[in-house]
């Protein structure tokens, strides 16, 4: 997941290849409430690893369910031992729900039934999103709720109930501001229907009926079997109890799939990337999902997108192109539709998206969000209580390179990643990107692992003398701007290490063994910066002042620059690189958009690196320490083959005086100078 405060999307120019989509967020919360309700273990396959389902998950195990593994471990299933319809006695605490409204609202209602003593908190967000309806429903049987802030808004107390007046008449809810109310209590009401039945009767149109959908199919998993009568009424029958189904497996999420359904009716596939597959393939969900939107695809096929399906899995291409403006009711796919908005930006004339009141109160006013993100990309955009109408930018020149806010909000993240297939050429920023964590933590790199920018990745350049700062200000910039990283010497220091444990001298004749000897060996540099050679961690082992003279040393070697070249340009992936080195500039990218020569004097970078081998507990010496660096700094810029000098379009940096702090900025400054976005409104 990218943890950076924003992430700039390259101008992306075809996609193809396949995708395994995270399971579902609405499918996910609600197995594990079901779960906790239920009598016995569940063991629950494939499901999200997000934010909602994590404050969900510590959620339970505060209401005394026992959940093992405590948190989801990618790959292993999940096993819940459920409460039985009865909280511990004292039961009692503050559960935190961020913004998750598939957790705030289904628990309220759940342990309103069930009592105890709960603070039901959030974040600010969560506090604008209205409970009032489902609130009132509950107050109805006896459940004891306060505010603690503002009427109809979270945070809550929730208390110990009193049924002694409860009636058979029927429960009202309303329908028309979040089905989730209605899912609510059709969730926690089984636990009261031990002895009689209970009727939920829905005041106004019932909205998002799909996903009242999902509950009534989950809750049957669960052994309880709701009579729906046309959506209007609901019975949940007498000696209801939850029993635990033993395995379940979520399925993909649907409306996560929607992003990559839209992909591949918008992007060609450039089949030199992938012969094998033509089209976007989507893992995990597909034509007998359980979840309403996947009727996003009928929208898509309307806008002209080509879709195949089997039971769990969709297949889509580039049918009508542009595609065509459409003019749909998106009730029944309230979170799809949204991407439904993005496609618009590539239609053949206005689209309009009605009856999608309840994109108001979701995590933000997603109607006013997107039509002010769409309009800074270029497109007309008429905004009204329930519709949002888009039109595309006029012509090519009319797209902006836009910076996108995205409001906290998953879903903004993710339909303004599609932009970044702007018929101009432009890249797209996306302010925030780890708020994809709601539902799609890894949505970023599943898009780059399917696309093709239309240039290659961009690449920063860091050359510079040894202990002139490069490796650190390389590092810090990579994180800022969420690049890969290429540390160049490591793979020289590797090399000369390599050659020593072979028992190869170090010498013109041994060059082209040594060339030979660093190919055939696995070199891999792991996520937690640990370096491996065939297997064997070398990282303390090249970063001692002998490995560094041995690294110049065979640097000086043709033949081993040669087998390096392509294992360095190996490491360019989206959305960019920051390498460093000697040569990043002059022979490795000497296309980058910025190269920065970074230097500082031979005094000040001795004491640097004496500090730095001292704190790693290597030894040194700070005469011999400047002999050595002196003597490198000559074998590197005198040699011939790719010698150390700057660029001729580097920019210096004298890190001789300033900060760690000030030069990572100065690069990151230089970096901004040369992209074309407006800023955030
Ligand atoms: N501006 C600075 N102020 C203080 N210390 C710095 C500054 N820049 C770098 N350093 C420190 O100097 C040491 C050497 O930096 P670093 O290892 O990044 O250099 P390098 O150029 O990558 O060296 P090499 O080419 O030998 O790998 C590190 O301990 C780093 O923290
Ligand atoms: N692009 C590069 C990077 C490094 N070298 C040689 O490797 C030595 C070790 O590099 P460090 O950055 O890890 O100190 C260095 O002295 C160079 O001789 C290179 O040639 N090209």
Redesign the pocket.
């Known amino acids: 997941m990218y943890t950076t405060a924003f992430l700039d999307l390259p101008h992306l120019a075809s996609a193809c290849g396949s995708v395994q989509l995270p399971g579902s967020k609405s499918i996910s919360n609600r197995v594990l409430l079901l779960a906790a309700l239920s009598q016995g273990t569940t063991t629950v396959h494939d499901l999200l690893d997000s934010d909602d389902t994590r404050v969900m998950l510590q959620a339970l195990q505060h209401m005394g369910c026992v959940v093992e593994p405590s948190a989801v471990v990618a790959g292993q299933p999940l096993r819940i031992t459920g409460i039985d319809g009865f909280l511990p006695n004292n039961a009692r605490g503050q559960l935190f729900l961020g913004n998750a409204g598939t957790a705030m609202r289904p628990l309220t209602a759940a342990l309103a039934v069930l009592g105890g003593s709960f603070e039901m908190t959030g974040i600010p967000r969560m506090y604008e999103r209205p409970i009032g309806d489902l609130v009132d429903a509950l107050r109805q049987l006896g459940c004891k709720i306060d505010y603690l802030k503002n009427e109809g808004f979270p945070p809550l107390h929730i208390g110990q109930p009193d049924f002694s007046q409860l009636s058979d008449a029927p429960i009202q809810v309303r329908g028309d501001v979040s089905s989730q109310f209605l899912t609510s209590l059709l969730m926690a009401l089984p636990l009261l229907a031990t002895n009689r039945a209970i009727t939920i009767e829905v005041v106004g149109e019932l909205i998002s009926k799909p996903y009242i959908h999902i509950t009534l199919e989950l809750l049957a998993r669960f052994g309880i079997t709701v009579r729906n009568d046309n959506w209007q009424r609901f019975v949940i029958p007498a000696g209801s109890r939850y029993q635990s189904p033993s395995d379940i497996h979520v399925e993909a999420d649907a409306s996560s799939a929607s992003y990559f359904i839209a992909l591949g009716a918008i992007a060609a596939c450039d089949s030199s990337h992938n012969a094998s597959q033509n089209g976007i393939q989507v893992l995990g969900v597909g034509k007998d999902s359980i979840q309403g939107d996947i009727r996003f695809v009928e929208a898509a096929q309307a806008m002209g997108a080509v879709v195949e399906s089997g039971p769990n899995w969709l297949h889509i291409s580039r049918g009508a192109w542009p595609l065509k403006a459409i003019d749909l009711d998106c009730n029944h796919i309230p979170d799809a539709a949204m991407t439904l908005a993005a496609m618009a930006l590539y239609a053949d004339g206005t689209t309009t998206l009605r009856n999608i009141a309840s994109w108001r109160v979701k995590e933000t006013d997603r109607i006013a969000a997107m039509a002010c993100e769409l309009r800074k990309l270029g497109a007309t955009v008429e905004e009204g209580q329930d519709f949002i109408r888009i039109t595309p930018p006029a012509s090519r020149a009319d797209w902006k390179a836009a910076s996108i806010h995205t409001y906290d909000d998953h879903r903004v993240a993710m339909c303004f990643s599609l932009a970044a297939f702007n018929p101009t050429g432009l890249p797209v920023r996306i302010e925030d990107p780890k708020c994809v964590a709601k539902t799609f933590p890894d949505y970023f790199e599943a898009l780059f692992s399917v696309s093709q920018a239309s240039q290659p990745a961009p690449v920063i350049c860091i050359d510079?003398p040894?202990?002139?700062?490069?490796?650190?200000?390389a590092a810090l910039v990579a994180e800022k701007l969420g690049f890969a990283l290429l540390d160049s010497?490591a793979l020289y220091r590797i090399t000369g290490l390599a050659a020593s444990r072979a028992g190869l001298d170090i010498t013109e004749a041994n060059a082209p063994a040594i060339a030979d000897l660093v190919r055939s060996k696995a070199i891999t540099f792991t996520p937690n910066h640990r370096v491996l050679l065939d297997g064997d961690d070398i990282s303390l082992a090249i970063r001692t002042e002998e490995a560094?003279m041995n690294a110049s040393r065979v640097a000086v070697f043709p033949a081993v620059r040669e087998a390096l070249l392509q294992v360095q340009r190996d490491f360019r992936r989206l959305p960019g690189l920051v390498g460093?080195g000697r040569d990043m500039g002059t022979v490795i990218f000497p296309e980058a958009p910025l190269k920065v020569y970074?230097t500082a004097s031979a005094e000040c970078r001795a004491e640097?690196?004496y500090?730095?081998l001292i704190s790693k507990g290597l030894s040194a010496n700070m005469a011999d320490l400047l002999a050595d660096l002196q003597a490198r700094d000559a074998r590197d810029m005198h040699r011939a083959a790719a010698p150390l000098k700057p660029a001729e379009d580097a920019l210096y940096l004298d890190?001789s005086s300033?900060?760690?702090d000030e030069?990572v900025q100065q690069v990151l400054t230089w970096w901004e100078q040369r992209q074309p976005f407006t800023t955030s409104a």
């Open positions: 510079g040894t202990a002139s700062g490069k490796g650190t200000i010497g560094g460093d970074l640097r690196r500090k730095q890190n300033g900060t760690i030069a």
